[in-house]
C-alpha cells in the first residue's frame, strides 16, 4: 500500500504493517488505521501516521524507556477490545508532545495507546489511576533519573 505523508512524502508499507484502531484516537475517532514509523536510527521516538490523512501523526514513545516504573493496568473490557488474552502479546506506548523548547517535553501517562501486535488492533485508553499525568515532563523524569545515579557514584 502506498500512501502520501506530510513527513515523509509517499511511503510504501506491507498490509500486514497497518495497525487498526476501531475507536480511533481519542478526538480522532473518524481516524482507524495507522502505522508506525522509527523517526530515526536509534531514536526513542516513533511516529504513529493515519494512513487516512498525510497530516494526522502523533509521536509515541515505549514509555518504560523514560519511566521504568511505569505501569498500566487493564481492565478486562480494554483486552477484550484488543482481543488480547496473552499480555505478552501488548506493546504500550504513550503520545509525546514536543514544544518548541524541547526540555518541555512531555509524555501522556494517564492515555497510553496499547497495541495488540499480534493481531495488529489497537486502543487508546484512559488510566484512573492518578499517579499519572496526561503531561508529564520527560525531561524532569530524565535528570531525576540521572541525578539519583549520580548520588549513587559517591
Given amino acids: 500500500m502506498k500512501f502520501g505523508t506530510s513527513r515523509f512524502g509517499e511511503i510504501e508499507i506491507g498490509d500486514d504493517a497497518v495497525i487498526s484502531m476501531p475507536e480511533g484516537m481519542l478526538g480522532f475517532s473518524e481516524f482507524t488505521k495507522y502505522v508506525l514509523i522509527q523517526h530515526k536510527e536509534g531514536s526513542p521516538f516513533l511516529w504513529y501516521q493515519a494512513v487516512g490523512d498525510p497530516n494526522l501523526a502523533f509521536v509515541l514513545t515505549d ?91 559517591d
Fill in 63 to 153: 514509555p518504560f524507556t523514560f519511566f521504568p516504573n511505569y505501569e498500566v493496568a487493564l481492565p478486562a473490557d480494554d483486552m477484550e477490545a484488543l482481543g488480547c488474552r496473552d499480555l505478552a502479546d501488548l506493546a504500550v506506548f504513550v503520545v509525546v508532545v514536543i514544544p518548541d523548547n524541547p526540555e518541555d517535553m512531555t509524555a501522556n501517562l494517564r492515555g497510553p495507546v496499547v497495541v495488540n501486535v499480534k493481531d495488529k488492533v489497537a486502543r487508546q485508553v484512559v488510566l484512573t489511576d492518578s499517579r499519572y499525568s496526561p503531561h508529564h515532563s520527560i525531561m524532569q523524569e530524565v535528570r531525576k533519573r540521572v541525578g539519583t545515579r549520580d548520588a549513587g557514584n
